[in-house]
């Protein structure tokens, strides 16, 4: 769904084209303006809005007017859609070299599908997921959804760890209290489920009165579950997902230091922006200099000048 880390803003139409000066031009204006975000968001926050007043029975009245309502954001959708595919001009698969714009038309399109009609499961899913597409609006929640991309592969690595410590442990409480708490260690099944619960540590003063009641070497099979699993287990999920975090605050960087990335989407890249302003700040450290060697001067001329008017003033 995610591409990279950033979407970069609309890229305008060059200036001296005649595509901005049409409708291409008109359509990037609007999209990279900040009002249009603006409108998407409050249509989007609406759609979900009206979704959670759907949940509730008895609606009467009120019917035909959400209806009424949900035609309405698909329009306002698919509008959005067409001014976004627009503002590329003549390049309009570049639309889809950014995930965020992917998914977005993915959504949209969605609901048009001729088995989507009705109020099935699957058409409510997909409605549901308009409300995501607030995400691309929020940098910070962007770089959240792709440090948890990118931690997929670390996720699993410590999937299959906790997988693993769950069947051992699961087949060590069947063995021990199997026969005495059936309801809770009879099968595997049950074992398993007793110390998934217990991974939110709500279990553990009941368990462990239950295991003293066994045998008081049952204490050395939950506290080193506890700090196995709660504490080291769950630590390194952390910390896989703090550095994907890591890793995608700097892409995101390098993103932005790429020589044609275009934040302000004035049409001149970042690059040249920050090469032009260089220059400037070289000229304008020139003038100052300049100014400063001239007043420099004007200082010291100033107490030779009353020196030797002195010295005119001086009787001979």
């Given at each position: 769904?995610?591409?990279g880390?950033?979407v970069?803003?609309?890229?305008?139409?060059?200036?001296?084209?005649?595509?901005?000066?049409?409708?291409?031009?008109?359509?990037?204006r609007?999209?990279?303006?900040?009002?249009?975000?603006?409108?998407?968001?409050?249509?989007?926050?609406?759609?979900?809005?009206?979704?959670?007043?759907e949940?509730?029975?008895?609606?009467g009245?009120?019917?035909?007017?959400?209806?009424?309502?949900?035609?309405?954001?698909?329009?306002?959708?698919?509008?959005?859609?067409?001014?976004?595919?627009?503002?590329?001009?003549?390049r309009p698969?570049?639309f889809?070299?950014?995930?965020?714009?992917v998914?977005?038309?993915?959504?949209?399109?969605?609901?048009?599908?001729?088995?989507?009609?009705?109020?099935?499961?699957?058409?409510?899913?997909?409605?549901?997921?308009?409300?995501?597409?607030l995400?691309?609006?929020?940098?910070?929640?962007?770089?959240?959804?792709t440090?948890?991309?990118?931690?997929?592969?670390?996720?699993?690595?410590?999937?299959?760890l906790?997988?693993v410590?769950?069947?051992?442990?699961?087949?060590?409480?069947?063995?021990?209290?199997?026969?005495?708490?059936?309801?809770?260690?009879?099968?595997?099944?049950?074992?398993?489920?007793?110390?998934?619960?217990?991974?939110?540590?709500?279990?553990?003063?009941?368990?462990?009165?239950?295991?003293m009641?066994?045998?008081?070497?049952?204490?050395?099979?939950?506290?080193?579950?506890?700090?196995?699993?709660?504490?080291?287990?769950?630590?390194?999920?952390?910390?896989v997902?703090?550095?994907?975090?890591?890793?995608?605050?700097?892409?995101?960087?390098?993103?932005?230091?790429?020589?044609?990335?275009?934040?302000?989407?004035?049409?001149?890249?970042?690059?040249?922006?920050r090469?032009?302003i260089s220059?400037?700040?070289?000229?304008?450290?020139?003038?100052?200099?300049?100014?400063e060697?001239?007043?420099?001067i004007?200082?010291?001329?100033?107490?030779?000048?009353?020196?030797?008017?002195?010295?005119?003033?001086?009787?001979?």
């Amino acid at each position: 769904m995610v591409s990279g880390p950033v979407v970069p803003r609309q890229r305008a139409a060059p200036a001296d084209g005649p595509e901005s000066r049409g409708v291409a031009g008109w359509c990037a204006r609007v999209a990279e303006s900040r009002p249009f975000e603006i409108l998407i968001i409050v249509v989007i926050g609406a759609n979900a809005l009206m979704l959670g007043i759907e949940t509730y029975p008895h609606l009467g009245a009120a019917g035909p007017v959400l209806r009424w309502l949900e035609w309405s954001f698909r329009a306002a959708f698919v509008v959005e859609i067409a001014v976004r595919v627009l503002a590329y001009g003549r390049r309009p698969q570049d639309f889809f070299r950014h995930g965020w714009n992917v998914f977005d038309l993915a959504v949209t399109v969605a609901i048009f599908l001729p088995g989507l009609h009705g109020d099935s499961a699957l058409l409510r899913v997909v409605r549901v997921a308009r409300v995501l597409r607030l995400v691309r609006f929020s940098p910070g929640l962007r770089t959240i959804v792709t440090a948890l991309l990118r931690s997929l592969p670390g996720v699993g690595g410590f999937l299959a760890l906790a997988a693993v410590t769950l069947y051992v442990y699961g087949m060590a409480g069947w063995l021990i209290f199997g026969k005495i708490y059936p309801e809770q260690y009879g099968d595997i099944g049950r074992s398993l489920l007793t110390l998934f619960v217990l991974l939110s540590l709500e279990t553990l003063p009941d368990l462990i009165e239950q295991g003293m009641a066994v045998s008081p070497w049952t204490l050395v099979y939950y506290v080193s579950y506890v700090l196995i699993t709660v504490n080291l287990l769950l630590n390194i999920l952390i910390a896989v997902i703090v550095n994907s975090m890591e890793e995608a605050r700097r892409l995101e960087m390098t993103e932005r230091l790429a020589p044609d990335y275009d934040e302000d989407g004035d049409g001149v890249p970042d690059e040249v922006d920050r090469i032009a302003i260089s220059q400037r700040l070289d000229d304008l450290r020139a003038v100052l200099a300049e100014l400063e060697r001239e007043l420099r001067i004007d200082r010291d001329e100033g107490p030779a000048r009353g020196q030797h008017r002195r010295r005119v003033s001086e009787p001979g």
